[in-house]
């Protein structure tokens, strides 16, 4: 897609956070990673809470075996949550999204490996979807996104595509990003940005998008260590954010220096 094509939504932080009343346009359904909700246009089913704490523990497990395309175990449902304002439509075809790919420079910060499956919601029968694009993208160690001329509080980093690419789903719904621990920024909690999109050319194309969140016991212990100590303790915590949604917190399980975190997602796509 030209440059010019491309989205940008270049709003205030601020303006981002009121613009969690949107989100109920859209659903998506988390295949036993998550504690999850369903919500469809105006209606909502909600899974019990203890059938999706298990759902959690299983995908919590899964996440150290490295395997994107394990099976969903249970189809429970997530909320659907803003774009935000740095959503860039880079097309950026990769599953290590570290790297700037102009200069090559990758950015300095805790690995984190995430697995993602995408499935459709039938029910209670969750269906792998294959073909599907996910993007994902998230701020630096130090708060800052990528191909961004004015953004708030951040340098102008126009042309730079750190912290963002796409993977296309697998026969099993399966996507895999290496990426870092994100840092944090003024007025919202730490976050990752991701888009689901069937058929990214087409007007018919389905697309939902939502944001996934991080356990604060393991986000201490990374702000400690560099380069996240350069900024100090986050404004924002989760239960202070906005937007923030604990039935999107990713379970993390330690691997090598780093996480790794597995995350079933199940949308209701025509």
């Known amino acids: 897609m030209a440059k010019d094509q491309q989205t940008k ?3 205030s932080r601020r303006d981002t956070l009121g613009l969690i009343g949107g989100a109920g346009l859209a659903a998506i359904v988390g295949c036993g990673g998550d504690d999850e909700k369903q919500t469809t246009g ?44 740095y959503f860039v439509d880079e ?7 570290r790297s700037d790919p102009s200069s090559g420079a990758v950015k300095e ?17 969750c269906t792998p979807i294959a073909n599907a694009v996910v993007d994902m993208w998230h701020c630096d160690a130090l708060g800052e996104y990528s191909d961004i001329a004015n953004g708030a509080g951040q ?4 042309g730079q595509k750190f912290l963002r690419g796409y993977q296309v789903t697998d026969g099993n719904g399966g996507v895999q990003f290496q990426t870092i621990y994100p840092g944090w920024y003024r007025g919202r909690t730490i ?18 998008t939502s944001q996934m969140f991080l356990d604060e016991a393991i986000t201490d212990s990374v702000l400690a260590r560099v380069p996240y100590n350069q ?37 209701q796509a025509a």
């Open 9 to 11: 939504r270049l709003l």
């Open 42 to 85: 105006s209606a909502t089913n909600t899974t019990s809470a203890s059938a999706t704490r298990s759902a959690a523990a299983t995908t919590a497990t899964r996440a150290s075996t490295g395997s994107p395309t394990a099976a969903p175990v249970a189809c429970v449902v997530t909320p659907a949550l803003t774009e935000g304002p």
């Open 91 to 97: 097309r950026l075809n990769r599953s290590d999204i």
């Open 109 to 125: 910060g805790v690995p984190l490996r995430l697995n993602l499956t995408v499935s459709n919601v039938n029910g209670a029968t």
């Open 155 to 158: 340098s102008n980093t126009s």
């Open 191 to 208: 976050h990752i940005h991701f888009k689901v999109r069937t058929n990214p050319d087409s007007a018919s194309g389905y697309e939902f």
């Open 231 to 267: 900024k100090g303790s986050p404004d924002t915590r989760n239960a202070d954010d906005n937007i923030f949604n604990p039935d999107l917190v990713v379970p993390l399980t330690t691997e090598g220096d780093g996480y790794s975190g597995t995350l079933h997602i199940g949308v």
